[in-house]
C-alpha cells in the first residue's frame, strides 16, 4: 500500500500517451489493462485511481515541479530524456526514507541528464539498466526504416528514436549547433566573476519553483557572460531576494517579462512586490507578438555568450534541450517551441535578448554599478522604448 506517481514531461502527454491511449494491439486503453475488481475511485480531471486497498496512482505532468515531491512509494519517469531533472531530485530522498523504487524509460535526445544517469549506474548493482534497439526489439524491419528513410525522415532522427543514439543531434533543437560552437571555443566552462562588472538578472516568472532567475555580466568586446542561474527555489519574494543579496555579487539591473506588469488577483503586480522586497534597478520588458524575434535575436548574439560552470550547467542543458515540436492547432502545420521545464530557462534567457533589442542593456561599466531607474516604454507598431 502506497502512492504510486506515473511522471511525463508534461501532464498533456501522460493523458495522450497513458490515460486516454488505446493500446493497438489488445484495443484498449492502456490504463484499463488494471483489473477493474482492484479500483476503487477513478478521478479522471486528476487522472487518479484509488485502489481497493488504499493505494493510488496518479499521472502527472513535471512542467511544473509543484506537483512532484509528494509521499511516494514508487514513481516512473516515462519519456525521461525530456523531464527536468530536478523532478528526480525532489523525489529521490523521499524514495530513499520509503524504501521505495524508481523506473526511467525512455529514448535519447542528445547526452542529457538521463544519458549521465544511464553512464552513472551501468555498473551499479542497486541499479538494471538496458538498451534495447530496434535490432534486438525486432520492432521494425530493416526495410520499415529504409522507407522512412525515403519518407523524408532525418537520419540524426533515425539513429536517435530506433538506434537510441545519444550522440545524435537533438531532432528539433533551437540552440544545439550554438552550443556546440560555444563549447568547441571553450566558452563553456569554469570562468570569474569579474568584479569590476555588475552582475545583472535577466527572470522568467512561474510559481515560486518554476521562477527562473539567470545572472549575467557584460564584459568588454561585447563578451555576455553568464555567471549564474537560480530555479526550483520555492521562496517568497522577499525571501528570494535576500537570497539573491547573499550571494554577495554586484548586483545590477534585474529584467522581468512583461507580465511583471500584470495586476493580480491582489491588485499588486509582480513588478511592485519585487520593489517592496528590495529588488532594485528594474526593468519590465514589453511583450512581443512572437517569441522567434527574441529567438533569433539570440542566435545571432551566441557567438558573444560564455557559461560559467558548474553554476550555469542547469541553464547550458536547457538551452541544449530546447527544442521545436510541429503544431496544427491553427490548422496549419507550424514548428514552434514545446513548452517543457527547457522553456522556462530559455525565456528567462528572452528576457535578456529582448531587453538588448530594446537598447537598455548597458555597455561594460568598469568598477561602477548601474543605477537607473525604470525608463518610459511604450510599443507602436514595431518594438520601441
Given at each position: 500500500m502506497g502512492n504510486y506517481a506515473y511522471y511525463f514531461p508534461t501532464?498533456?502527454?501522460?493523458?495522450?500517451?497513458?490515460?486516454?491511449?488505446?493500446?493497438?494491439k489488445s484495443r484498449m486503453r492502456v490504463i484499463d489493462h488494471l483489473p477493474p475488481e482492484i479500483i476503487a475511485k477513478s478521478n479522471e480531471q486528476q487522472m487518479k485511481l484509488t485502489l481497493v486497498n488504499g493505494s493510488t496512482i496518479q499521472v502527472l505532468g513535471t512542467e511544473t515541479l509543484d506537483v512532484v515531491g509528494g509521499n511516494y512509494a514508487g514513481v516512473i519517469f516515462s519519456e525521461s530524456a525530456q523531464h527536468n531533472p530536478m523532478a528526480w531530485d525532489y523525489?529521490?530522498?523521499?524514495?530513499?526514507?520509503?524504501?521505495?523504487?524508481?523506473?526511467?524509460n525512455g529514448t535519447p535526445r542528445g547526452k542529457n541528464w538521463f544519458y549521465q544517469l544511464l553512464q552513472a549506474n551501468r555498473g551499479n548493482e542497486k541499479w538494471f539498466t538496458q538498451v534495447l534497439t530496434v535490432d534486438d526489439t525486432g520492432a521494425l524491419t530493416p526495410d520499415d526504416i529504409?522507407?522512412?528513410?525515403?519518407?523524408?525522415?532525418?537520419?540524426?532522427?533515425?539513429?536517435?528514436?530506433?538506434?537510441?543514439?545519444?550522440?545524435?543531434?537533438?531532432?528539433?533543437?533551437?540552440?544545439?549547433?550554438?552550443?556546440?560552437r560555444a563549447e568547441a571555443e571553450n566558452r563553456v566552462g569554469n570562468f570569474p566573476i569579474d568584479g569590476s562588472a555588475p552582475v545583472h538578472t535577466a527572470w522568467d516568472l512561474g510559481s515560486p519553483r518554476n521562477t527562473v532567475v539567470?545572472?549575467?555580466q557584460i564584459l568588454p568586446f561585447g563578451v555576455v557572460r553568464f555567471v549564474?542561474?537560480?530555479s526550483g527555489h520555492d521562496f517568497t519574494l522577499a525571501e528570494r531576494v535576500a537570497y539573491m543579496r547573499g550571494k554577495g555579487y554586484n548586483l545590477g539591473n534585474a529584467y522581468l517579462p512583461h507580465d511583471a506588469a500584470q495586476t493580480a488577483r491582489n491588485g499588486h503586480t509582480f513588478e511592485a512586490e519585487a520593489r517592496a522586497a528590495g529588488l532594485a534597478n528594474i526593468f519590465v520588458v514589453p511583450p512581443c507578438q512572437s517569441v522567434w524575434p527574441g529567438i533569433n535575436h539570440a542566435g545571432s548574439m551566441f557567438?558573444?555568450?560564455?557559461?560559467?560552470?558548474?553554476?550555469?550547467?542547469?541553464?547550458v542543458e536547457a538551452l541544449r534541450?530546447?527544442?521545436?515540436?510541429?503544431?496544427?492547432?491553427?490548422?496549419?502545420?507550424?514548428?514552434?517551441?514545446?513548452?517543457?521545464?527547457?522553456?522556462h530557462y530559455a525565456d528567462s534567457l528572452r528576457t535578456f535578448v529582448e531587453a538588448h533589442m530594446g537598447g537598455v542593456v548597458p555597455k561594460h561599466a568598469s568598477g561602477r554599478r548601474i543605477e537607473t531607474q525604470r525608463p518610459a516604454m511604450a510599443l507602436t507598431g514595431s518594438r520601441r522604448w
Open positions: 501532464a498533456t502527454l501522460g493523458r495522450k500517451a497513458l490515460w486516454d491511449n488505446i493500446d493497438a523525489t529521490r530522498p523521499i524514495l530513499a526514507e520509503n524504501g521505495g523504487w524508481a523506473l526511467f529504409n522507407e522512412e528513410r525515403r519518407a523524408g525522415m532525418r537520419e540524426e532522427m533515425i539513429q536517435q528514436e530506433f538506434y537510441c543514439d545519444f550522440s545524435a543531434a537533438n531532432a528539433g533543437s533551437i540552440y544545439g549547433r550554438f552550443l556546440e539567470t545572472y549575467f549564474d542561474c537560480d557567438n558573444q555568450f560564455e557559461f560559467r560552470l558548474p553554476a550555469c550547467e542547469r541553464l534541450g530546447y527544442h521545436t515540436l510541429p503544431d496544427t492547432t491553427s490548422g496549419i502545420v507550424r514548428n514552434e517551441p514545446a513548452h517543457t521545464w527547457e522553456s
